[in-house]
């Protein structure tokens, strides 16, 4: 006993100076101190995206084997709520990871994004296309398996627009699947392109093209402009969709060596983005989330390399006040979930 308190006071004592130093570190922070895992099923891993009910149940998260999950708060477990693909079997494809082949048989959700006024999940699929799920899961409906007479070849994001129910997604490219990533990063690819689908009239329409590798989409809480994450040409893009702009695209922020990826509005109407900042000389790689206002200008950044290394993540998600992580890296076999900044 008296060996441990005075271990702790000794402790105690050492930390003062550590914590004064700390003060004085610049951003970016580190979210460690208060880190939980919340752990997929065995086997599965990838957890891209995530979102949360009307009720605040969840997340509902998109894994690497086609699934979306749902987590269980009362017994802190994943159960299966939906999948993307009819020809999906739970023999093949249950805690798969091989995508690259399975994800035309078993469907890979990338980006979820849930519309709290109709109870529906919004997922737009690699493989299988933009699809929608009822509050009760199961088997989604497809909505739209191309334009324009062509098929989508890479599905990545979903964003709804929180007073219309618009839904905004992105096709990653159209020459480039998921096994081509690396591909079409070397190539500097720019075929992406950000496109609309109208719950009403259910038409499907581009509203930008040549994007270079798009990847996030999120809506502002007005209604008045929707963000675009490339993530080959490491910038995100603001399109108006109303007022005197209306209709024009100009660049939102640039990232130096910054890969954008999901960007998730929050209550406040901030956004956060998944930015993985790759050193050129070494290409480490740094993963981070960046706060950012609606005007483009970057309020916090946060560093997540203690828990995730050199991993990439693919999202942050604030949910009442906590943070949410996703990464599409089969080695992330969990969510990661940071408390309060
Ligand atoms: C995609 O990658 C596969 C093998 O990984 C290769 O055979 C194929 O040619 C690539 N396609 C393109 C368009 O680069
Ligand atoms: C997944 O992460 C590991 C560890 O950071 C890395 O070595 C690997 O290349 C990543 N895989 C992909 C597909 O990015």
Redesign the pocket.
């Known amino acids: 006993m008296a060996i441990i308190s005075f271990a702790f006071s000794l402790t105690r004592v050492a930390m003062l100076p550590i914590f004064i130093l700390l003060l004085c570190i610049p951003l970016p922070m580190a979210l460690s101190l208060t880190f939980k895992k919340l752990p997929l099923p065995t086997g599965v891993n990838g957890p891209a995206s995530s979102a949360f009910d009307s009720l605040g149940g969840g997340p509902y998260v998109s894994v690497q084997d086609g699934r979306i999950l749902k987590y269980e708060e009362a017994t802190a477990c994943f159960v299966e709520f939906a999948f993307d693909a009819p020809t999906r079997s739970s023999a093949v494809c249950d805690g798969k990871s091989n995508y690259d082949d399975l994800g035309s048989t078993c469907g890979r959700p990338l980006g979820l994004d849930f519309n709290p006024l109709t109870q529906k999940f919004y997922v737009a699929d690699a493989y299988a296309g933009l699809m929608v799920v009822g509050p009760k899961g199961g088997l989604a409906t497809k909505l739209a398996g191309g334009v324009n007479g062509v098929p989508f070849r890479f599905l990545y994001g979903v964003g709804l627009d929180p007073l219309t129910g618009d839904v905004y997604f992105t096709e990653f490219s159209k020459v480039y699947q998921l096994r081509n990533f690396t591909q079409a990063v070397n190539n500097g690819d720019a075929t992406g392109s950000l496109l609309k689908y109208n719950p009403l009239t259910k038409q499907v329409s581009v509203l930008l093209s040549g994007l270079s590798g798009a990847s996030g989409v999120a809506v502002s809480a007005d209604g008045t402009f929707v963000l675009v994450g490339e993530l080959i040409g490491n910038r995100i893009k603001r399109l108006w969709i109303k007022g005197s702009k209306c209709n024009t695209a100009e660049t939102f922020i640039e990232f130096q060596n910054g890969r954008v990826n999901r960007i998730r509005r929050t209550k406040l109407g901030d956004f956060w983005v998944a930015v993985n900042v790759i050193n050129p000389a070494t290409n480490f790689i740094l993963p981070t989330g960046k706060r950012i206002n609606q005007f483009g200008t970057v309020l916090e950044t946060v560093r997540v390399d203690k828990e995730y290394?050199?991993?990439?993540i693919s999202e942050v998600h604030e949910h009442l006040g906590e943070y949410y992580i996703g990464s599409r890296?089969?080695?992330v076999t969990f969510v990661g979930v940071y408390d309060a900044i």
Do not use: F, Y
């Open positions: 290394s050199n991993t990439r890296n089969a080695t």
